[in-house]
């Protein structure tokens, strides 16, 4: 739809409100008021009430004044859809989906934290998830392993894997192969090939893992098909993305054309680093979708959390609508799981983040203990998880 048919729309749903109100007391199970909207999948950036009901987005007007069960004054902070963060360590943390949301995070992706011998808890944890959780099945059957899971391919068992996804099509949606020379050692072109043979009868991506692979980046490349992701796309050297004289390899150009995604991956070691972000940022290749590699140990050392590195990004020049989008509406994009999510469309899951931008000086890191100062950081204040309201714990 386009902005105009989206106004024309959002008008007539507020009519309906109006009628609404006569007709019942609560129309509305929730009405978020006077917040500033952020939806990139609509074109929409500007003040907005929202409405919910039945935990979906019920109308987006100037003024919803219909009855609503419970109204929450969004006056003076963003509100857009739920963050969907693709590269988590979510689902294999006890707490951990529950302090996600606290952030704003409404979606994430487990990325590869088991492999086919663990399988079962991890998504036994991920389906009692408050909020919607998948999973990447590590290559290797034993799951990540802080020496290097790929050291030896012994235990990247093709066949364990595609019995554990198998058995669990609904909550596995890819696979993960970290590829790195600590993880994967001279192994990474064969760890690549044995993950898309896993993924093949399946039809589902791959997530690599890349940076300073024993094998050059663009040998990697042209192994990864469309709609496979690669993440830590500001690794520095070696096997950056991008060469000395600022050029991104034309391998990796040439794998976004064929619909290969580009994605943060945050993380603690190896992965960021602010003179390479700020890089592949001026060469105008901008991340498809911006992610935290969470874990308890990175929020604590680096402040990894979703917010956080959204605010990162913006004070590497990206804008509010780019990392948003990267956030939500081009992450559900990513992996069709999220497809109803990531935006405030009318009939879409109502996963809502409301989140405030303060000003002052914020000290911000990047995996190599280096420091900038930025002038703005975004804060969660509250979430919305299917409609139903849940405040910033205090
Ligand atoms: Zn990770």
């Known amino acids: 739809m386009?902005?105009?048919?989206?106004?024309?729309?959002?008008?007539?749903?507020?009519l309906v409100g109006v009628r609404g109100a006569v007709a019942a007391a609560a129309r509305y199970d929730l009405v978020l008021k006077g917040g500033h909207v952020v939806d990139p999948a609509s074109g929409l950036n500007a003040v907005r009430d929202v409405a919910i009901a039945d935990g979906k987005i019920a109308a987006v007007a100037a003024t919803i004044d219909?009855?609503?069960?419970?109204?929450?004054?969004?006056?003076?902070?963003?509100?857009?859809?739920?963050?969907?963060?693709?590269?988590s360590h979510a689902g294999d943390t006890k707490g951990g989906p529950a302090l996600n949301i606290a952030d704003g995070v409404t979606g994430y992706v487990d990325a590869g934290?088991?492999?086919?011998?663990?399988?079962?808890d991890l998504v036994a944890e991920v389906k009692a998830g408050p909020q919607q959780g998948r999973v990447l099945i590590n290559l290797r059957r034993t799951g990540l392993l802080p020496g290097g899971e790929l050291q030896d391919l012994a235990n990247a068992d093709v066949a364990l894997a595609r019995a554990a996804i198998a058995r669990h099509r609904d909550v596995i949606i890819g696979i993960k192969a970290r590829l790195s020379k600590n993880v994967a050692g001279n192994n990474d072109v064969e760890a690549l090939r044995?993950?898309?043979?896993?993924?093949?009868?399946?039809?589902?991506?791959?997530?690599?893992?890349?940076?300073?692979?024993?094998?050059?980046?663009?040998?990697?490349?042209?192994?990864?098909?469309?709609?496979?992701?690669?993440?830590?796309?500001?690794?520095?050297p070696p096997e950056a993305i991008i060469d000395d004289a600022g050029?991104?390899?034309?391998?990796?150009?040439?794998?976004?054309?064929?619909?290969?995604?580009?994605?943060?991956?945050?993380g603690r070691g190896g992965h960021f680093r602010w003179?390479?972000?700020?890089k592949v940022l001026v060469a105008g290749f901008l991340p498809d979708t911006l992610s935290t590699d969470w874990t308890p140990g990175g929020r604590v050392?680096?402040?990894?959390?979703?917010?956080?590195?959204?605010?990162?990004?913006?004070?590497?020049?990206?804008?509010?609508?780019?990392?948003?989008?990267?956030?939500?509406?081009?992450?559900?994009?990513?992996?069709?799981?999220?497809?109803?999510?990531?935006t405030l469309k009318v009939g879409a899951t109502a996963d809502v983040a409301l989140l405030e931008m303060r000003n002052g000086a914020f000290?911000?890191?990047?995996?190599?203990?280096?420091?900038?100062?930025?002038?703005?950081?975004?804060?969660p204040v509250g979430t919305v998880l299917a409609g139903k309201w849940i405040p910033r714990p205090a």
């Not at 969004?74 to 963050?83: C, E, S």
């Not at 934290?113 to 079962?120: V, Y």
């Not at 993950?195 to 192994?223: K, R």
Request: with cysteine; charged share 20%; proline share 5%.
């Open 113 to 120: 934290s088991r492999g086919a011998d663990k399988i079962d």
């Open 363 to 379: 000290e911000f890191i990047d995996n190599y203990d280096g420091k900038q100062t930025a002038k703005q950081s975004l804060f």
């Open 194 to 236: 044995r993950a898309q043979e896993i993924a093949t009868p399946f039809g589902l991506p791959v997530m690599i893992h890349m940076g300073q692979s024993v094998s050059p980046l663009s040998q990697l490349m042209a192994l990864l098909k469309k709609g496979d992701v690669v993440t830590h796309l500001f690794a520095p």
């Open 275 to 278: 003179d390479i972000a700020e």
């Open 247 to 266: 050029n991104i390899l034309p391998a990796v150009v040439e794998a976004r054309k064929r619909g290969v995604w580009f994605d943060m991956g945050h």
């Open 301 to 342: 050392a680096q402040f990894v959390d979703f917010p956080t590195v959204m605010s990162k990004l913006m004070h590497l020049g990206m804008t509010l609508e780019q990392v948003v989008a990267c956030a939500t509406c081009n992450a559900a994009q990513v992996f069709p799981a999220f497809r109803d999510r990531g």
């Open 2 to 14: 386009n902005r105009r048919e989206f106004l024309m729309t959002t008008a007539g749903m507020a």
């Open 66 to 87: 219909a009855g609503a069960a419970q109204t929450v004054d969004a006056a003076g902070k963003y509100v857009i859809p739920g963050m969907i963060d693709i590269h």
